[in-house]
């Protein structure tokens, strides 16, 4: 099959019967649910990029296996032109909703075209989990699905490891083993978009200790297995807010669900890892899926804080603020700051790494440094926004106030902007700059930035932790070269 459009994705939620719960209620009509009826055209807008001649050629590729047109995304990387025409394709998709959707498609396919590439690492503990996840990548590329992920534990009590806590079915772990498959129970987290999806992929960062075992898993199953509950947090847009009072929350609400596995049947050969607390502490940095998303992520991350930036710069000069040295010093620093993940990522795409099997990867230390400035980088430019926009923010009339002829003159009148700026550009660009810096949606957007790759204190000591392994440290010791042996020739000290 190859590419879908946007209309045959549609059409595959249809066919399911997901059993997602929302604000205490059954959603039975994904599509049609007004709160997710405008995050699936976004979606579906992405699928139908692949099949528009403007840009076709530079997110999809002939799969050599196939013969079919593919996603790039699941391109396997073995040269800095592959990995470039996957760098195309991030850039071109998060172009298409300015960074905001996190989890769009190539995300994890990014992530799973990792795994089934890297088996040698899954074949030192059973090598039916490596046949088992090639053969997953070729169904989601060949099916061009659309997946979840949830590697999280619920936030219960973080002092204690999965068997340590008050429940053995907290986190999600192997019940039992049966002829047909492995029944699971328990929960994971933070599934996002998991109402808008065809399956899930369940996996987990390090982490895991000895008596471990059972929660130590990673298997891929429709989002509508039987058993398997998905629980929404609060809809951030209830689907019915305006576009022009919510130019972003309206459109690119990316729901978040809690997975609740009851006695889940897991086939087989949907099993990647399991009852292996080895195996499932060095998945991660074993196969791929730390560095290659974190090269989808960073662009993502590089057009979102690009876009907020450009709302800072708009918001000031509508207003004929950034007159000032204070807003033009501030503003100044988030151009800086988006140059300088602009710079990591080139750096990160040009000193690109080889694996030992021939996998071209970006270099893992400017994606880890990308990976530990986005979390102060974004929310430092939603501050700047809310500095600027001060007061303004919270004084702007609604599109139905712009159609009431008794005020249209007031409205006119004491919302203009600075010399040449009508109210209705002013207020647009302050509804825009609302929803990044103030709404809920926009600070789930600044919570993501921080927290969307993992912990970033715990993900900068791990990394601080691999340099101190691998620097050599040697301008400390050339420096301290020219003193060496400097006590036996120092003078005597005379008085
Ligand atoms: C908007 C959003 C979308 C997300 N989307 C997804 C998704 O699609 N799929 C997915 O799997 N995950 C997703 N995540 C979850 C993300 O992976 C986690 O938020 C992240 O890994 C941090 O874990 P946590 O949120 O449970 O924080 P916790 O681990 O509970 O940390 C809470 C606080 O305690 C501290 N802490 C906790 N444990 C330790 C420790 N052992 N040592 C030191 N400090 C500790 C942390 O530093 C932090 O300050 C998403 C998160 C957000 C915010
Ligand atoms: N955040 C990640 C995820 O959710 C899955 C795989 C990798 C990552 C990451 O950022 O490294």
Request: proline content about 5%.
């Amino acid at each position: 099959m190859g590419i879908r459009t946007g209309a045959q994705y549609m059409e595959g939620l249809k066919s399911r019967t997901p059993e997602i719960w929302m604000e205490g209620r059954r959603v039975t009509d994904v599509v049609n649910e007004p709160v997710f009826k405008q995050p699936i055209q976004e979606i579906a807008r992405l699928y139908d990029m692949q099949h528009d001649p403007q840009y076709q050629n530079d997110i999809t590729h002939i799969c050599t296996e196939t013969g079919e047109r593919v996603n790039n995304s699941f391109l396997h990387p073995k040269s800095y032109e592959e990995m470039m025409a996957r760098s195309k394709l991030f850039e071109i998709y998060a172009k298409a909703t300015f960074g905001l959707m996190g989890r769009t498609p190539d995300f994890l396919n990014v992530v799973v075209t990792g795994m089934a590439h890297n088996g040698w690492f899954l074949d030192q503990y059973n090598p039916e989990w490596s046949v088992n996840i090639k053969n997953y990548y070729n169904y989601i590329r060949d099916n061009d699905l659309f997946l979840t992920h949830a590697i999280i534990n619920p936030q219960n009590d973080r002092s204690k490891n999965s068997h340590g806590q008050k429940d053995t079915f907290t986190h999600l772990g192997a019940v039992e083993e049966t002829p047909d498959g492995l029944v699971v129970r328990g929960a994971k987290m933070l599934a996002t978009l998991a109402p808008i999806t065809d399956e899930v992929i369940i996996y987990s960062f390090p982490g895991f200790a000895p008596g471990d075992e059972r929660y130590a898993l990673a298997f891929a199953i429709p989002i509508d297995t039987p058993g398997l509950k998905l629980l929404c947090r609060e809809p951030m847009q209830d689907g019915k807010r305006s576009l022009f009072d919510h130019p972003l929350a309206s459109r690119f609400e990316e729901m978040d669900a809690l997975l609740v596995f009851n006695d889940v049947l897991i086939p087989w050969d949907r099993v990647f890892l399991y009852n292996n607390v080895e195996a499932a502490n060095l998945l991660y940095p074993k196969t791929g899926i730390a560095q290659q998303p974190a090269h989808q992520s960073g662009v993502r991350g590089y057009i979102k804080l690009a876009f907020a930036t450009e709302v800072a710069c708009k918001l000031a000069d509508s207003i004929g603020v950034d007159v000032y040295l204070n807003v033009q010093n501030d503003l100044g620093e988030l151009v800086q700051n988006v140059e300088v993940i602009r710079s990591l990522l080139r750096v990160a795409e040009y000193e690109y790494e080889t694996t030992a099997s021939g996998e071209v990867m970006p270099n893992g230390a400017a994606l880890e440094t990308i990976r530990g400035m986005l979390p102060k980088m974004y929310p430092r430019a939603i501050e700047v926004m809310q500095v600027i926009g001060a007061g303004g923010l919270l004084m702007s009339p609604t599109g139905y106030d712009f159609n009431a002829p008794e005020i249209r003159d007031d409205i006119d009148k004491y919302y203009l902007g600075r010399e040449g700026v009508a109210s209705l550009e002013r207020v647009k660009l302050f509804k825009l700059a609302w929803d990044l810096c103030g709404e809920a949606f926009g600070q789930r957007l600044l919570q993501y930035e921080r927290y969307y790759t993992g912990d970033p204190i715990r993900k900068r000591a791990i990394f601080y932790n691999g340099h101190k392994r691998k620097a050599s440290f040697s301008m400390v010791d050339d420096a301290l070269s020219v003193t060496e042996n400097l006590v036996e020739t120092q003078p005597k000290l005379v008085k």
